[in-house]
């Protein structure tokens, strides 16, 4: 099993379809990565020899942010929001919808399962 910026990747699958278990890379990436290093699309994990995983190793530490640095800055970004107390910081302090979505009716994934109302008619 290779492992890529701290993730196990699936040997089964092809290198561009196991990329992309690595979070940060989506399939445009995946793509991009395999371009780079020169690996054919059609390739499986299982067929790479060392130094072509080295090779996409180097690649992804040297021009991506993945994995726990991309939640790390993420969670900063959103910290920073917060902290500076505009709308969008407000938003997500209250764990409302944050682009102007309705939450009449609707933003059950934010707002969480649905309370009932003391004395309400039915």
Known sequence: MARIAGVNIPTQKRVVISLQYIHGIGAKFAKD???????????????????EVLQIRET????????????RENSMNVKRLMDL??????????????????????????????????????
């Open 33 to 51: 990565i395999c371009n780079n290093v020169g690996i054919p699309m059609e390739r499986r994990v299982n067929e790479l020899s060392d130094a």
């Open 85 to 122: 107390g505009c709308y969008r910081g407000l938003r997500h302090r209250r764990g409302l919808p944050v682009r102007g979505q309705r939450t009449h009716t609707n933003a059950r994934t934010r707002k969480g399962p649905a309370r009932p109302i003391a004395g309400k008619k039915k």
């Open 60 to 71: 992804i530490d040297r021009d991506y942010m993945v994995e726990g640095d991309l939640r």
